[in-house]
């Protein structure tokens, strides 16, 4: 049977809502939406780019607890209430998945809480010989 585990960021949303920053499956890491919030002290920024480098770091931290990193990144979600915002954030989301080219996907809708301006879900594959975290 494949081990299933979940992790957790300390986000208070986590317990409010009900769900994991990330379950572990097997091989496959799935990480949930994950915003621009300072899950330690629960603040966000009021700028976009802010709020992607923070996703990016909250993602990055769930993703070596599984034993993996953005280079098993398959792909990404960006979801953004305004699609004026996305461009800005490429330079910041190149820098991690340039090199890497997972398939991707930009999404316009609502987001959770209206200081949210980017909120990015990742599904990666870890390597054959990760051991969990």
């Given at each position: ?33 994950t915003?621009?919030f ?6 966000i ?89």
């Open positions: 049977m494949a081990e299933r585990r979940v992790i957790l960021s300390g986000s208070t949303f986590e317990e409010e809502i009900g769900y994991a920053r990330a379950v572990v499956d097997g091989d496959w890491v799935h990480v949930s939406g915003t621009g300072d899950y330690a002290a629960m603040t920024s009021d700028d976009v780019v802010e709020q992607a480098e923070q996703c990016l770091r909250n993602i990055e931290a769930v993703l070596a607890e599984a034993g993996c990193s953005f280079s098993d990144v398959v792909r990404v979600r960006y979801l953004l209430p305004d699609r004026e915002d996305f461009e800005p954030c490429w330079p910041t989301l190149r820098r991690c998945f340039g090199e890497v080219r997972p398939a991707a996907t930009m999404l316009v809708c609502g987001l959770a809480d209206p200081r949210m301006k980017i909120e990015i879900e990742v599904y990666a594959r870890r390597p054959a010989a990760a051991e969990p975290g």
